[in-house]
């Protein structure tokens, strides 16, 4: 026994990472494992809500299971397509307060927020001229239906700036027929550069650097320039690598979450209950 | 798949940056990538160096996550390209990053960094009144692994055995002699 003791001391010794002349001689498994789970590239955009909260000391690997259960439950009741921030989305949920008993909203996805069960997404259009956001829970039980109507991305990650824009980007026909992806194409990326109205703006987009605003800075008055200098500009944090990594996901927990996905769906699919398929990709498909 | 999800990096990290003393230029965020760019261009460059051991913990993640950025994604990705370029100012790190230090670490999981703590050391501040203020420093040593430099540690420290700590000295003198039994 005292043998075998001083053997997983050693064979610890050797894999510990505190020790560093030990450490870092194991070849890259994970990559072998991603390819083995056939991990989808584009996993943190189509499942914005399994990934880890942002926040490192508020992520709690208990809740985040229990979660995930949950939401793979919810999502073998509702078939969740995949849509990104820029798709047009229609969504339909019940109201008992409707005479119809049930409400339809097109929209264009601006914003898709927060981690887990409390996953939301933003819709905008425009009805009547005037500009309308909301805000859905995607495991709201009262949401019936959400259909893509045209799968696309746009130039940022976030899109709240069209709420400055002018009505005509974010004007959609509700009566417009789904437009199908074909499988196995890549995700179109919309290039549309949008005009902000005058300011004073809701923001100052000017600082975020997004991609997809046309030259916010000429067309204002110079009273709104002097006002509006560059005080704020801070472009050098995207270099702070850690940061990002910080915030990001990572590999090692998209192949988790897909190997459990993948295990559920399985499941279901062996006991007959069920063909619905969770994980998906218009990209990757074959 | 170049801008696919990267793996963890394994080395310690804590869960909010840490503020940096930065010395001469005004204390803000972008001091402080200043400051952990220089160390970082320091450390491809020498591969070996001895800096406050505040600073080395800090500056592991950077160097860190940029080798591994070589690694996982080569010179050709832009991202990549964007970051060598700020961190490694001097053009001749990059060429220095792609063909010497990413090879070493193809195909092998990270860390590809080591941190080494030293004795802390005292220095004298300066003489007021022929009195003398000192001041100690804790210093470590951050170094890119496999570099040309004799190890660190000799080869029995690293297995625990001239370990200073009496404890450990107990329990493998035990473990040896219940094995010779």
Redesign the interface.
Known sequence: M??R??GS?RSF?SKC?S?????????????KEANLVG?I?A??EIYPDFLQSP???RRNALKEELERRDMLERRMNIDIPEFYVGSIVAVTSSDSNLGAKEHRFVGICIRREKEGLHHQFTLRNTIEGIGVEIMYDLYNPTIKKIETLKLEKRLDSDLSYLIDALPEYSTFDFHMEPLAHPAGTPIPINETKVKLKPAPWTRRWEIFGCAGIEDSWSGATPWFKRKLQKTKV?D??K?????A??E?????H?VAVQKQIQKFENERHAAGLTRRRILRSAAAAK | ?S???????????G???QKLKTGGIEPS??AR?EVLRRIVTRCVREERVELKWNRAVEAR??LE??IQ?GVERGPLDEYTAE?ME??LPERDLIVKMHEVIVPRFA??????T???RLPPKRLQQFIQNKREFWKRYDIGILEI?KNPFP???SENS???EESPNLLNLLLTDA?KN??EK
């Open positions: 005292l043998r003791s001083l001391l010794s990472k020790e560093p002349q030990t450490a870092s001689k194991s070849s890259n498994t994970i990559r991990h590239a996993f943190p926040v490192w000391n801070n050098y944090e270099y702070d690598l850690v940061a990594y910080r990001g996901s990572t590999l090692e998209e | 798949m801008s696919a999800t990267l793996p963890r990096i394994g080395v310690t990290i869960h909010v940056a965020r972008r990538l993640p950077y996550r940029l950025l970051m700020w961190w195909e092998i999981q990270s860390p590809y080591s941190l080494y692994d190890p660190v540690l690293a297995k625990n473990l219940n094995l």
